[in-house]
């Protein structure tokens, strides 16, 4: 009986401590007197080049780089915000309430654009548009939509071609899909018209972008609906399969960002990786080897702003009205 | 002779503390008023955001299918956007159960249902303003009360608040350096009729004794006027005392002469001997006393002059040669030789009399002291500065004597036997005073006097 009981024990401990990572990866150049562990929602192939050019100027440090969603990062962190020296995530709304709530540090001597920081503790470093991707062969003659409005059109006069072709993030797993909706929500009814139809017409729904893109190359959808364009961009120079399009209605634009954990014992390293990212991600030297977009405003552009209200999608009651909604819309 | 004045502060230093330290407390004063006003209207600046933010998620309270829902706008959060990114924090409460939000903020007890109360907490270790309110919904079967509370850390509003302070710092150290300027200024001012008074005391001659006319502020009226009465007093008892010393000389000296010329005739009648001792020592007598009469006269004619300069060109040299040669008699009866060496010519714009007056009473001084069968050196030049000086083979000053020798009616203690009055020496230097000239006495090393008036 006890036996059994410290199995149970060591099960639950050992459930706890080895968190289902959708990857992990260590760096290293071998001699390691430093070390720092990035918790992030970036895929390890886009992010790499950046740690790999920071353990070019400094070899001594290894860096261990987790990654997985944009929700379970936020999970995961807040429950032991010391395991982790620096959160990256998609999930701007997350991640300034993580700055609100106290996880962040202050770090004073970064010089950034107002705009791409938030009390001197979350750093913008891209500017990722979000993008309806579709898949070419499906509209080999047709002409392919350029707003929401015209894949409404579309999605109506083939119904029976896109039936069960159309995918979409599950906004309930993904926060960066929550993001996303909220924003266009917020933007426009049009969204809601959309996922009635999107919903009448049975649309798939993804964790990730990358399950997403997929799905499209292989052929399984023809249509997704708010993919993150840089990863759709990554994958269309392999294979030119796919088409993105960004919404001329309204486009929606993401920046990704990082901070520095509150309860971080290795804080003049993080903050030293922190200068470093933003200094590769500014337009001029970011270069074409990197595969994330830099943080760049064309003119015109607009991107979701950091600010307080980023929080109010997060209220409890505010994501239960918007979950029941989106609901009903989509799952029918 | 005149008595050490105790000096207790200063007037002006008195009144530029008054007001300096005025001034530093008025700019204090000012500081916190400045201050605390706009702290006040900076909380209410905020305030009132925060009430705008609590009533439009108030207001976005219904109940839906018995249940409730706070679908709260966007702009309820984005409101409370600040320029240094400050922090929000908010909790829904229904009938005293959180039902979103922050579980650890704390709600007041008393809350009203209108009006929003408004609180400085400390929240998650940093200062934070709150505002509550709550609002009461009628259900089908149920009254249900919402409450909710909003806060904001306020670190724009600190920034806000310092940046005033260090312009109103500025702004009171400004007014601090301006009022002590002006302070000074302003004590300056006052005090400088006082200053001018006195210094035009000071400059004043030992004989000007005139009232002053010039404007005097009121409350120094009392004071010149007394000062002045003090003055006319002075100066008419000293007038009347020198007029009755000349009235008294001249008085004396027309008897004395016929006294003198009664005394040479009977001189000449008289030949027993001891009568004609008798006689001759009464004629030296009757010289000394003329002597003395004839330059009591002088001096009073000095005083007077003094004041009435009647400057013109004098040719220094020219007058002292007509003085030795006018002297020379009197010098061959003691057998003296009286050389005059011109180095150089001297120029002076001065009252003739006075100065001729001044001169011979030196030269004759030096003929009294000379022994029989010396030299008295008359020097004029103008090296390092015109100066003229007379040196005889006499005893010299007696060193002791040698500052109060100038004092009217004062001889040095080797002067017995010898005829003078005392005034000599006083008529000369009052002359070299009016003239702004100088009057030294010294000892030749070599012995004797040495007088030398230097211009």
Redesign the interface.
């Known amino acids: 009986m006890r036996n059994f009981i410290i199995l149970i024990f060591i099960l639950i401990t050992s459930s706890l401590s080895a968190n289902e990572w959708e990857d992990k990866k260590v760096f290293s150049n071998g001699k390691n007197t430093n070390s720092l562990s990035i918790l992030s929602s970036t895929d390890t192939s886009f992010f790499a080049p950046i740690i790999k050019s920071f353990l070019d100027k400094y070899p001594d440090i290894k860096i261990e780089y987790f990654v997985t969603g944009t929700a379970s990062l936020d999970e995961i962190f807040r429950k032991s915000p010391e395991k982790y020296d620096i959160i990256i995530s998609s999930a701007m709304d997350l991640q300034l309430k993580l700055?609100?709530?106290?996880y962040a540090k202050k770090i004073n001597q970064i010089d950034h654009p107002n705009w791409a920081k938030?009390?001197?503790s979350l750093f913008a470093f891209t500017i990722e548009p979000a993008a309806i991707v579709l898949n070419k062969k499906a509209f080999k003659n047709i002409a392919i939509p350029k707003t929401r409005q015209d894949l409404i059109k579309e999605l109506r006069s083939r119904s029976t071609f896109f039936r069960n072709k159309i995918g979409t993030y599950d906004v309930r797993k993904s926060g960066l899909g929550y993001l996303f909706a909220t924003q266009d929500a917020?933007t426009s009814e049009t969204f809601w018209r959309l996922m009635e139809v999107m919903g009448g017409l049975g649309t798939k729904l993804y964790c990730c972008s990358g399950d997403m893109i997929d799905d499209l190359v292989s052929g399984k959808i023809a249509v997704a609906y708010n993919v993150l364009g840089s990863y759709a961009e990554a994958r269309k120079k392999k294979s030119d399969e796919i088409e993105i399009i960004l919404p001329a209605d309204f486009p929606t634009n993401m920046m990704r960002t990082a901070l520095v954990s509150n309860s971080s014992s290795r804080v003049k390293t993080s903050e030293t990786f922190i200068r470093h990212l933003l200094n590769t991600q500014t337009e001029k030297n970011n270069d074409k080897t990197h595969s994330l977009p830099p943080l760049f405003l064309k003119p015109g552009q607009q991107t979701i702003i950091?600010?307080?209200?980023?929080?109010?999608y997060l209220?409890?009651?505010?994501r239960k009205?918007f979950i029941k909604e989106w609901e009903r819309a989509i799952i029918q | 002779m005149t008595s050490e004045l105790k000096v207790s502060g200063s007037l002006q230093n008195r009144l530029m503390f008054t007001l300096i330290s005025g001034a530093a407390v008025l700019g204090i004063i000012l500081f916190f008023i400045v201050r605390g006003y706009a702290a006040q209207i900076a909380q209410n600046g905020q305030d009132d955001i925060l009430e705008a933010s609590l009533s439009s998620i108030l207001d976005a309270v219904v109940i839906q299918d018995g249940s409730v829902e706070v679908d709260f706008p966007y702009a309820s959060l984005s409101m409370l956007d600040t320029e240094l990114d400050d922090r929000v924090f908010y909790s829904i409460y229904n009938d005293g159960i959180l039902i979103s939000g922050y579980e650890d903020l704390p709600l007041p007890e008393k809350i009203n249902t209108e009006i929003s109360i408004f609180n400085t907490i400390k929240y998650k270790d940093t200062n934070a303003r709150i505002a509550s309110a709550k609002r009461i919904l009628i259900g089908e079967k149920e009254r249900i009360t919402i409450s909710v509370s909003i806060a904001q850390t306020q670190d724009a509003l600190s920034r806000t608040l310092n940046r005033i302070s260090k312009n109103v710092a500025l702004f009171g150290s400004g007014f601090f350096i301006l009022v002590t300027l002006l302070s000074y200024w302003a004590t300056a001012t006052t005090i400088s009729p006082l200053m001018r008074l006195a210094s035009s005391v000071t400059k004043r001659g030992p004989q000007d004794l005139s009232p002053f006319e010039k404007k005097v502020p009121s409350e120094m009226y009392p004071l010149v006027t007394s000062l002045n009465k003090l003055m006319t007093r002075l100066d008419l008892s000293l007038k009347q005392s020198e007029d009755f010393i000349a009235e008294a000389a001249h008085r004396v000296r027309t008897p004395l002469a016929t006294v003198r010329s009664y005394a040479d005739a009977t001189l000449q009648r008289v030949t027993k001997k001891e009568n004609r001792d008798a006689l001759r020592s009464m004629v030296r007598a009757i010289d000394e006393a003329s002597r003395a009469a004839s330059q009591l006269l002088d001096h009073a004619m000095i005083t007077f002059r003094s004041d009435n300069l009647q400057k013109e060109p004098i040719n220094l040299n020219d007058l002292v040669q007509n003085l030795i040669d006018n002297l020379a008699p009197i010098a061959e009866m003691k057998d003296i030789e009286l050389k005059f060496k011109q180095e150089d010519k001297i120029e002076l714009f001065g009252d003739f009399i006075l100065i001729q007056n001044a001169i011979r009473n030196l030269i004759d001084n030096a003929l009294k002291y000379s022994p029989y069968e010396g030299i008295i050196t008359v020097s004029i030049g103008t090296s390092p500065i015109s100066f003229l000086e007379i040196h005889d083979q006499g005893p010299g000053f007696p060193p002791k004597d040698l500052d109060n020798l100038t004092m009217r009616f004062t001889r040095g203690q080797n002067s017995n036997g010898i005829v003078g009055s005392g005034l000599g020496l006083t008529i000369a230097k009052d002359v070299a005073n009016a003239h702004g000239a100088k009057l030294q006495l010294s000892n030749h090393e070599k012995g004797g006097a040495c007088v030398t008036l230097l211009f």
Do not use: H, I, S, Y
């Open positions: 700055v609100n709530d106290g938030w009390r001197q917020r950091l600010e307080p209200a980023l929080m109010t209220d409890k009651l505010k009205t």
